[in-house]
């Protein structure tokens, strides 16, 4: 799906490029010899003759030869041998590695703005409880607490389970925990039946 991206024109390889030189680990000149590669890839080309990709990057044969193969010993370039409709065999290049490699910056990005969003969802659901509660959370509340996000509750299921239970009279975190195991009630949406068929769940719940 990444490589679709890139090769269909919806994410510049050439920007990227630029912009995560440092993380990948790229020299200015590797950054524009997989620059003219990704060029190739957009024209829906995978053969490269390093002659002429040393007219496209400006650089000698020979240097141009020691940094394509540079990068292929590296991980961002793989080639291999395909047949062709005569029979015989030539070489092909992709860029797949590469890719790759982008992706897994993107990823960790990704999980480390969720990470972050998460530890500052739990401290703010900590502090509403405690305020709700008028007390500090245990050690083993705090685990819990946390347990719920790591099971993927929203943060405002959470704050709807804490709305039920101060309708319901009860301040601890395990019946909290209760109502969100249960079924996915608003409280706005609470009728007396519901509020007793709950009750009737978490009975026992102090």
Known sequence: MF???????????????????????????????????????????????????????????????DLFTDLIKRGFITTELELKADGKEKEVFTLEPLFDKIKSIFEAEMNQQKESKNESDIVYI??????????ALSAFDLEMVKEWFTESFSKPQIENAIQVTLNHHKKTVSYIDRVLRSDDLKPSELDDKKKAAIDKLIRGIK
Not at 26 to 55: D, P, Q
Not at 126 to 135: C, D, L, P, V
């Open 3 to 65: 490589r679709r991206l890139i090769e269909d024109g919806y994410l510049n390889i050439h920007k990227l490029l630029l912009k995560e030189q440092q993380r990948l680990g790229l020299k200015s000149e590797e950054v524009i010899l997989l620059s003219a590669l990704s060029s190739l890839i957009e024209k829906k080309k995978n053969t490269v003759s390093i002659t002429a990709l040393s007219k496209t990057i400006n650089d000698s044969v020979s240097n141009t030869g």
């Open 126 to 135: 900590i502090q509403a409880i405690e305020k709700a509660f008028g007390r």
